[in-house]
């Protein structure tokens, strides 16, 4: 069993007055994907973008309870969510490439943390698009505009412009929901490539995809987590009734 | 279809038709009181004459406007270079910093800024500014600063609504994107907001202007209104006369020539504002054109 990289611990989170996260309790391995599946509404894009205190943005947000990554509660007094993003990269839903070219949205992030020296960058702005399976469709378009890709490959380039900042963990929130089935079978290849590197957490509503690309699943369903567990077993022999009609098709 | 709807649309059809009639009729009846003189003296000594002496004692009267032409400019670039950096600063913090109660005192402020009548502005100005500005930094204190000045306050909350909307209107994908690779907010305003709203900015910029060229009562009352260039030319504490000053300045008394000259001066100005009007349409368009 590999080290727990992040781990929730009673995390409840409300919205103004609604409570959209219910005492959340759940550990992430290491270099393993951990996939969060439920109907829409569950909660589950809400819990990834807590890991990145991305929540932050949203006003009358309140969190109680613990998410621990590297043995530290990110929403403790001491920490910086700026720096805790550098370390915890993250993939939308929507392609979300900068207005800019190619290489300047890769070269995004190391310029933020103050990377200046030009064969540094070209290096991992290469190193960044070979990993994300890009570099040999755009190598030598670099100048070209981002918003001139197809989308399958915008998000392989905002996987890149993660990659760029050598996080330790990435979270994908819903990243093939735009995407069409090649397309999305180019991202999930990359998933199984990136785990040997990197602890991955993707919120999906297909199942199929989680049952193909992670080694651990959770199922969400109204801001609950109801069963947690090796992927496979939660795809065979669940233990709850609601996750086997959910996995199932019954309902979502 | 009905009657009533076809009468509706009939009616609706002539109020647009009518806007477009008053402006076609008022460009005609520009060009037909202001091309004498234009003809007569020729566009280009009209508008790059340097001496302007409508009603000449002895010898033959002349009418050039550069100077006009230049005070114009001067004074609506002048009230730019104070009313850009203070009105992107207050939209940024609008847009992107303001808590919504902060945001809203400041909207409203902002308003009411839109609502106080030129004269009143050009009042303060009068009583105020140029006092103030012959005292401390000498001259006569009716001055191209002046002018400037009081524009920039004028021009303050077009800038700052059109660059709020601008603002606003970045697509949050991008705001997301950059603070999720570790960005500071700042820095995300800067290489990302910004940049993306920087066409809306550039055309609230360029309409600010057009606005602050065609600006006339208050600008009159502070600028001295003398039509000459200032010596040395970028003397900001000389007067200077633009050219809607000179236009209400001589309305009443000019005759003959004299008068055609003055709409001569209102054709220039005129296709001046329309000019800056369009280049800042197209600016707002091409925006539209790269969102997806």
Known sequence: MSEIEIESRNLDLWYGSAQALKAITMAMPEKKVTAIIGPSGCGKSTFIRCINRMNDLVKDCRITGELLFEGTNIYGNSVDAVELRKKIGMVFQKPNPFPMSIYDNVAYGPRVHGLRNREELDRIVEESLKASALWNEVGDILDRSAIDLSGGQQQRLCIARTLAVKPKVILFDEPCSALDPISTAKIEDLINTLKHDYTIVIVTHNMQQAARVSDHTAFFLLGELVEFGKTKQIFELPEKKSTEDYTTGRFG | MKTSERIIELLLFLSAATAVTIVALIIIFLLKEGLPVLVKVGIIDFCLGMKWNPIAIAGEPSY???????????????????????????????????????????????????????????????????????????????????????????????????????????????????????????????????????????????????????????????????????????????????????????????????????????????????????????????KMGTRR
């Open chain 2, 64 to 286: 050039g406007i550069f100077p006009m032409i230049v005070a114009s400019f001067y004074v609506a670039i002048g009230s730019l270079i104070i009313a850009v950096p203070l009105g992107l600063a207050c939209a940024v913090f609008l847009a992107e910093i303001a808590p919504s109660w902060a945001r809203s005192i400041l909207k409203h402020a902002i308003e009411l800024l839109v609502g106080i009548p030129s004269v009143i502005l050009g009042f303060v100005g009068l009583v105020l500014l140029v006092p103030f500005i012959r005292d401390h930094f000498g001259g006569w204190g009716f001055s191209i600063l002046a002018g400037s000045i009081i524009l920039a306050i004028m021009a303050l909350p077009r800038i700052i609504s059109i660059s709020d909307d601008a603002i606003r209107s970045v697509p949050r994908e991008y705001k997301e994107a950059s603070l999720a690779l570790g960005a500071t907010h700042w820095h995300t305003i800067r290489k990302v907001i910004l940049p993306s709203a920087r066409s809306g900015i550039v055309a609230a910029v360029i309409l600010a202007m057009a606005t602050s060229i065609g600006e006339t009562m208050a600008v009159l009352m502070v600028v001295g209104n003398t039509p000459i260039l200032p010596a040395p030319i970028y003397d900001i504490l000389d007067p200077v006369r633009p050219m809607t000053s000179n236009i209400v300045l001589e309305m009443s008394y000019a005759t003959g020539d004299h008068a055609s000259a003055l709409f001569a001066t209102g054709i220039v100005l005129f296709i001046v504002v329309a000019v800056l009007n369009v280049i800042s349409h197209r600016a707002l368009k091409s």
